[in-house]
């Protein structure tokens, strides 16, 4: 997951509001079954010592949250008095509404209730042109379009090799706006970060696009022969158009799991020093070391790692993080707070730039390498002479 969404949350000073809110219940849609959720989370925050403000944002935003608006859940961050931002959820949070009111917003449920989000960058290809759509956890846009040469771009039905010129110029045509379709591609992809490409239209003309595509862009595009670039090809709530959606889903899952196992391949490589080198991090004291560093490159979660829960100290840059208080003082802050590991260094992740990745327990042996006390860190270059202390 790439977390430049959240960068609204830690540019503006806490304290802050944070709930997470279940909608997944069909049963319990009622205005007065939402309204009382809204009542007692804010009840919660004020036990918490928010002030009156932010908890009536928050009651207004709660209060319009339902199935129909949210089929799962929602997470709300609020800051005095106003509500910074509200993502949808793709799992349900667990139990009653969840509020908590703290220096740094409690983003850690949100890796794992809003998903991995690998997006898909689908391309609806035809011989004059494609159009281009992102498709992610968070809602799908279309992102663009190009239009090659119009003409000529059919074959004449005859034979007679007095035509064989204009079949010539007919294929040049399409082999030239392949060209300009994976051109085009390219350019969408490095703009949107897209983590994969999905080429929907007839066999020949997603195959000519593909083979035309970057070699590192070619190992992450797929194809689908459902749907298409033509009007009504996909209409929403078409078999076609579910189709389609299945397709979509299983690229980003296929994706979202090999990539996963190849993150947990590295990681458990690269904390084994190496000619004493290590290249990745393990635990609060060796990740708050990298973060301060800017060395974390992707952060590892393992949602039930007791190291979640760990309390560091920090100050109002996302650097700014230690293990002592005392420590902040010589980093440039006079006021730290307290805070749990996970959002600091997920405020560390997002305001450099890395991924954050949720990874599934490891088990009593540790089999798939996930880091043992919930958090670790692939590093951007590695530590010489072995693991910080």
């Given at each position: 997951?790439?977390?430049?969404?959240?960068?609204?949350?830690?540019?503006?000073?806490?304290?802050?509001?944070?709930?997470?809110?279940?909608?997944?219940?069909?049963?319990?849609?009622?205005?007065?079954?939402?309204e009382?959720?809204?009542?007692?989370?804010?009840?919660?925050l004020?036990?918490?010592?928010?002030?009156?403000?932010?908890?009536?944002?928050?009651?207004?935003?709660?209060?319009?949250?339902?199935?129909?608006?949210?089929?799962?859940?929602?997470?709300?961050?609020?800051?005095?008095?106003?509500?910074?931002?509200?993502?949808?959820?793709?799992a349900?949070?667990?139990?009653?509404?969840?509020?908590?009111?703290?220096?740094?917003?409690?983003?850690?449920?949100?890796?794992?209730?809003?998903?991995?989000?690998?997006?898909?960058l689908?391309?609806?290809?035809?011989?004059?042109?494609?159009?281009?759509?992102?498709?992610?956890?968070?809602?799908?846009?279309?992102?663009?379009?190009?239009?090659?040469?119009?003409?000529?771009?059919?074959?004449?039905?005859?034979?007679?090799?007095?035509?064989?010129?204009?079949?010539?110029?007919?294929?040049?045509?399409?082999?030239?706006?392949?060209?300009?379709?994976?051109?085009?591609?390219?350019?969408?992809?490095?703009?949107?970060?897209?983590?994969?490409?999905?080429?929907v239209?007839?066999?020949?003309?997603?195959?000519?696009?593909?083979d035309?595509?970057?070699e590192?862009?070619?190992?992450?595009?797929?194809?689908?022969?459902?749907?298409?670039r033509?009007?009504?090809?996909?209409?929403?709530?078409?078999?076609?158009?579910?189709?389609?959606?299945?397709?979509?889903?299983?690229?980003?899952?296929?994706?979202?799991?090999?990539?996963?196992?190849?993150?947990?391949?590295?990681?458990?490589?690269?904390?084994?020093?190496?000619?004493?080198?290590?290249?990745?991090?393990?635990?609060?004291?060796?990740?708050?070391?990298?973060?301060?560093?800017?060395?974390?490159g992707?952060?590892?979660?393992?949602?039930?790692?007791?190291?979640?829960?760990?309390?560091?100290?920090?100050?109002?840059?996302p650097?700014?993080?230690?293990?002592?208080?005392?420590?902040?003082?010589?980093?440039?802050?006079?006021?730290?707070?307290?805070?749990?590991?996970?959002?600091?260094?997920?405020?560390?992740?997002?305001?450099?730039?890395?991924?954050?990745?949720?990874?599934?327990?490891?088990?009593?042996?540790?089999t798939?390498?996930?880091?043992?006390?919930?958090?670790?860190?692939?590093?951007?270059?590695?530590?010489?002479?072995?693991?910080?202390?």
């Open positions: 997951m790439r977390l430049g969404f959240l960068n609204p949350l830690f540019e503006r000073p806490g304290p802050w509001a944070t709930v997470y809110v279940d909608t997944s219940h069909p049963d319990q849609s009622s205005a007065e079954e939402h009382r959720h809204a009542r007692e989370a804010c009840r919660r004020e036990q918490q010592g928010a002030d009156a403000r932010t908890c009536r944002a928050v009651y207004e935003e709660l209060a319009t949250v339902t199935p129909a608006t949210e089929p799962v859940g929602r997470a709300v961050f609020a800051s005095r008095g106003e509500v910074v931002l509200d993502p949808s959820l793709t349900p949070p667990q139990g009653a509404p969840h509020a908590c009111w703290s220096a740094l917003p409690h983003v850690g449920p949100l890796v794992e209730l809003a998903g991995d989000d690998p997006s898909c689908v391309a609806y290809i035809d011989r004059t042109g494609a159009d281009f759509e992102l498709r992610g956890a968070r809602g799908d846009r279309a992102v663009g379009r190009v239009t090659g040469q119009q003409w000529p771009v059919h074959r004449t039905a005859t034979a007679d090799p007095s035509e064989r010129h204009f079949q010539l110029r007919t294929e040049n045509t399409w082999e030239h706006n392949a060209g300009l379709i994976a051109d085009e591609l390219r350019v969408r992809q490095e703009e949107t970060q897209a983590d994969l490409v999905l080429l239209g007839d066999a020949r003309e997603r195959r000519a696009v593909h035309r595509l970057p590192q862009l070619r190992d992450r595009a797929a194809e689908t022969a459902h749907g298409g033509a009007s009504g090809s996909a209409s929403p709530g078409t078999h076609a158009a579910r189709l389609l959606d299945r397709d979509v889903d299983e690229v980003r899952a296929r994706h979202l799991h090999d990539h996963t196992g190849e993150v947990l391949e590295r990681f458990r490589a690269g904390r084994v020093p190496a000619e004493g080198r290590v290249s990745a991090a393990e635990g609060v004291p060796a990740l708050v070391d990298a973060a301060r560093e800017h060395r974390i992707t952060l590892l979660i393992r949602p039930d790692g007791t190291d979640l829960y760990r309390d560091v100290w920090a100050g109002a840059e650097d700014q993080v230690a293990m002592r208080r005392t420590d902040l003082q010589y980093l440039g802050d006079a006021r730290p707070a307290a805070v749990r590991a996970d959002d600091a260094l997920i405020r560390s992740a997002a305001a450099t730039g890395a991924e954050v990745l949720t990874v599934p327990p490891g088990g009593a042996e540790d798939n390498g996930a880091p043992v006390g919930g958090l670790g860190a692939l590093l951007r270059w590695p530590y010489e002479g072995g693991v910080p202390q």
